[in-house]
């Protein structure tokens, strides 16, 4: 799952030698924190948090088979 986000967020991004991404297991739960270059930070998100939910649903949907929940927090 981390690999397929971390495609996702490089194809989005001007500068993807910057994208780190952390995974942090919980009980039932999945963390990743997604950490871009100051000036992408406005690319990820969109407008109104678009592109950012729309990551977000996307990982869910492919992460629906799984019993854990899912969370992706994009940082400064």
């Not at 495609?7 to 910057?18: C, G, H, L, Q, Y």
């Not at 997604?34 to 000036?39: C, D, P, W």
């Not at 992408?40 to 869910?60: E, P, Y």
């Amino acid at each position: 799952m981390k690999q397929v986000l971390e495609t996702i967020v490089k194809n989005i991004v001007e500068n993807p030698d910057e994208v780190t991404i952390t995974e942090k297991e919980e009980e039932n739960k999945t963390i990743y924190n997604v950490k871009v270059a100051e000036s992408d930070m406005g690319r990820i998100i969109g407008k109104q948090g678009k592109v950012a939910n729309s990551i977000r649903t996307l990982m869910r949907a492919l992460n629906s088979k799984d019993k854990k929940k899912i969370s992706i927090e994009f940082l400064d």
